[in-house]
């Protein structure tokens, strides 16, 4: 096993990423909820001290449906490079190649069209929230890249799951 840069790399930038995504969950989680759980003068204050900030009044429903879209967003990233971690993992042992690698990568592809579908939901949801996202700056849209990934992860995955049979065959003819 050699010493490979850029899955050291990979593996830190993973883990980092990882990391900061399990802090946002967290504070999207208390944020639900404060929204779901606070009283009227706690969500009256909170109002009045966003409205200084420049956005108009918002109701417990717009806060909640702006803290969950998001929650949701942030659990479909963590699962993506949950995912990731699993198959970089596997490269310096030489098994990159293998059914567990292909089906990881169908889930990504899978977590990415949930990436965009939550994407389109959002750009139709955002009338609600407007005003709070505007502030916040949470923009998921609906993108031909994200597209084109999931495809891109889907036919890596045809790929992969290829490669492994392969090598099944190769190790069986041996």
Known sequence: ????????????????????????????????????????????????????????AVSRASLGILFGFTLLVVILAERFFQQLQAIIATVPAGEPFSPLNAKRLERMAWLAVAFQTVGLSSTLLSNTVRDVGEQIDLTVELTFEGIFIALLLFILARVFREGAAMREDLEGTV
């Open 1 to 56: 096993m050699t010493r490979d840069p850029l899955i050291f790399f990979a593996r830190f930038a993973v883990i980092a990423i990882r990391a900061l995504l399990g802090f946002a969950a967290l504070v999207l989680l208390v944020g639900l909820g404060f929204t779901l759980f606070a009283s009227d003068a706690q969500l009256v204050e909170t109002a009045t001290e966003m409205s200084k900030m420049g956005a108009d």
